[in-house]
DNA sequence: CGTTCCTTTGAACATAGTCAATAAACGTGG
DNA sequence: CCACGTTTATTGACTATGTTCAAAGGAACG
């Protein structure tokens, strides 16, 4: 019996994280695993899709990071959403081409559902890319309230607070984790420059709130950092 | 026959819009009429669902505009999303209790679907709900980009040009539209304070690009607002 | 017609951005 | 394993954008 590498902890399978989102059981689990094709794998930094492409009727991230981003005319660009293992990218029923990307933030696995489904395992399906964009939608309004109405301070660790719980439920528990993206796309994310996300981090680590080391986070203050941001569900 | 009222060109039938977005022809519209049950109204500043509450399984508004917003610990508020008629608001499947409220920013009409339906009126209903779900998330990212990547001056216009591309859906066509908004919403929709918002639509109407009195938008400089937030679609 | 809400203004302040340079870590090929 | 080039992190000085506080003027509305 080995012990969990780093990795493992920090990108749990999938399916424990859709369980934990969806309250599946291990049949219905099985009935979607049936739906999803053969993994598909990208290595970092890989575009999975890119802005004008029409995205599959499904996308399920299996193993590694994803992020969703746009960039203005002027090169400003804004990640729009980290994709955790378990996330589920579905399209639009009105087929819209994507004005954005999808890219690999580490090397990933996932998986597009297959066109012939039993109508069944279609259904749960459906209900699993249905809970899964019920909180992710949930995700997308907290983003816009930490952009809106938070100091950088908040923005990083309701931002950290929100990644954590998101790979709780993928069963990665502990005041650590491993976050692959650098300071400048943090920035991206929480909509400051890097510069100013380094000094952030270098404040928080001065008040023994969090230490932010080459993409290890530790949570020194667990209630300082919740008091932070106020009560949140 | 009469002129259209300017209730008439703000706040069109929604149907118009419904049909615009998702391409429904008039026997579909008409099957999806059929699942709403009477329209129900709150006059301006009632909530139609408040924070804790769950979402009905769908919520149509068919006239007014209504805002989805939350609020911090502290009172700082965020506006995460204006709603405008025709468009649907769907419970998720895992029946979460919100945690923003929805609150009629005009008097409005709205519809909640019934329960029993037939099954042919509920497959245009579920693709309605489906089509006005995609283009929903398409505006969260665009809100997102704005509060994280815009400048004032950019969030206003780029604001105001989504209003009037999603009225347009509806009918809503020229220079001039109402935004039954008071600055200060507008400040907690864009993520700036009502002092900021006041002093950057003077100097939008200073540098002859638009003009904003009372809640009456006019384009005085079309191109060059559309200039100055780049390409979109 | 008075009250309330909304808008406008000014001055001082704070937070975050810019620019530029240095240092540290990383990856790659020799 | 080391040398090199590249990316990422760190620092300082300066600037800019947006906030705060407070007060006054206007509209709307009973």
């Known amino acids: 019996m080995r012990g969990l590498s780093k990795s493992d902890r920090n990108h749990p399978p999938a399916s424990q994280r859709l369980v934990a989102l969806s309250g599946f059981d291990a049949d219905q689990q099985a009935a979607i695993a049936r739906c999803l094709a ?4 990208s290595s ?28 203005l005319a002027d090169g400003r660009r804004q990640i729009i959403q980290i994709l955790l293992p378990g996330d589920i990218v579905g399209a639009s029923p009105a087929r819209l081409p994507e004005v954005h990307n999808l890219t690999a933030l580490t090397s990933v696995a996932y998986s597009v ?22 909180w992710q ?10 952009l809106g109405r938070m100091s950088a301070h908040e923005r990083v660790v309701d931002w950290l607070l929100e990644i954590r719980d998101r790979l709780q439920l993928a069963g990665c528990d502990g005041d650590e984790m491993l976050v692959p993206l650098t300071q400048e796309m943090m920035a991206d994310a929480l909509g400051l420059t890097s510069v100013h996300i380094n000094r952030t981090l270098q404040s928080l680590r001065r008040s023994r ?10 949570f020194l203050d667990h209630s300082g950092c919740e008091m932070m941001i106020g009560e949140r569900n």
């Not at 399920?60 to 969703?68: S, V």
């Not at 709130?209 to 530790?218: A, M, S």
């Open 44 to 71: 970092a930094r890989q575009n999975i899709v890119a802005c004008g492409d029409v995205l599959p009727p499904l996308l399920a991230l299996l193993e590694g990071w994803a992020y969703r981003w746009c960039v």
């Open 113 to 134: 559902a297959s066109p012939s489904l039993p109508q069944a395992d279609g259904d749960h399906l459906a209900q699993a890319v249905g809970v899964s964009r019920a």
């Open 209 to 218: 709130l969090l230490e932010f080391e080459r993409g290890r986070v530790t």
């Open 38 to 41: 053969r993994p598909q794998r």
């Open 137 to 146: 939608e949930r995700f997308l309004h907290r983003q816009i309230t930490r």
